[in-house]
């Protein structure tokens, strides 16, 4: 009899419902903070909460894909919603085998604390890992100029417009001036302050906009 009862409960406790924690399976990864879960048999984009990992074109931008690949891809997680962003994607805490995804990122050096949408008691201790990382020079921290995100972002927007600085392509070693096409290229991702700065650390000027 109390088995009987116990499955009504756990049957219950299974129905599609409007609570705000769910699970479903990773059937795609968008890159290092954005996930595809099936929910119902439908595909939800996910936005990991409180986190940012570098954009694709930026260094790592791969490397935090892969790594939240090798977390949850395949797998089943447990989707906690917190929000719905402007883009109108479920903003969630994701948890695989018990894990975090979202602390996890920021624990390996994948990812920052969004500290501007990142207001919860635990986002102390995020940050405290985001230090911890940082000292150890963990993923991304390993470029010491590495870029938030949002700030890359927002570079990107008025490529080079009102902007002062070089950026150096730390690839071929060429550095651009604001204005540039190349400006923001993939590997455009080292800053420098001054002219002098990028040829004395070896990098040459564009052909194209002449720094
Ligand atoms: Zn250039």
Same mark, same amino acid.
């Given at each position: ?5 116990? =499955? $009504? ?13 769910? #699970?479903?399976? @990773?059937?795609? $990864? ?8 099936? &929910? ?10 409180? @986190?940012?990992?570098?954009? +694709?074109?930026? !260094? =790592? ?14 797998? $089943? @997680?447990?989707?906690?919603? #917190? ?5 109108? *994607? #479920? ?11 979202? %602390? ?6 994948? !990812? ?6 990142? +207001? ?11 230090? *911890?990382?940082?000292?150890? %020079? ?9 870029? !938030?995100?949002?700030?890359?972002? &927002? ?12 950026? /150096?392509?730390?690839?071929? &070693?060429? =550095? &651009?001036?604001? /204005? ?14 001054? %002219? ?13 906009? %002449?720094?």
């Amino acid at each position: 009899m109390a088995h009987i009862h116990i =499955f $009504i409960l756990t049957a219950l406790l299974l129905l599609p419902s409007n609570l705000h924690a769910w #699970t479903g399976k @990773v059937i795609g $990864i968008s890159d290092g903070d954005t996930i595809k879960v099936l &929910h119902n048999r439908q595909q939800v984009k996910i936005r990991l909460h409180g @986190v940012d990992t570098p954009e +694709k074109k930026q !260094a =790592f931008g791969n490397k935090a894909k892969k790594f939240t690949s090798s977390m949850v891809a395949g797998k $089943i @997680v447990d989707v906690q919603e #917190t929000d719905k962003d402007r883009y109108g *994607r #479920t903003v969630a805490l994701v948890n695989v085998e018990g894990k975090s995804l979202n %602390r996890s990122l920021v624990k390996s050096g994948y !990812a920052w604390v969004y500290k501007k949408y990142c +207001k919860d008691s635990f986002c102390r201790d995020w940050l405290k890992d985001e230090k *911890r990382a940082r000292k150890q %020079r963990l993923g991304l921290w390993q470029d010491p100029h590495a870029m !938030a995100p949002w700030e890359w972002r &927002h570079k990107g927007k008025d490529r080079g417009i009102g902007q002062t600085g070089f950026h /150096g392509n730390t690839s071929s &070693h060429v =550095f &651009h001036k604001p /204005g540039c096409k190349h400006f923001n290229c993939k590997n455009c991702t080292l800053e420098f302050a001054t %002219r002098a700065k990028a040829l004395s650390a070896g990098y040459r000027p564009c052909g194209m906009c %002449r720094p």
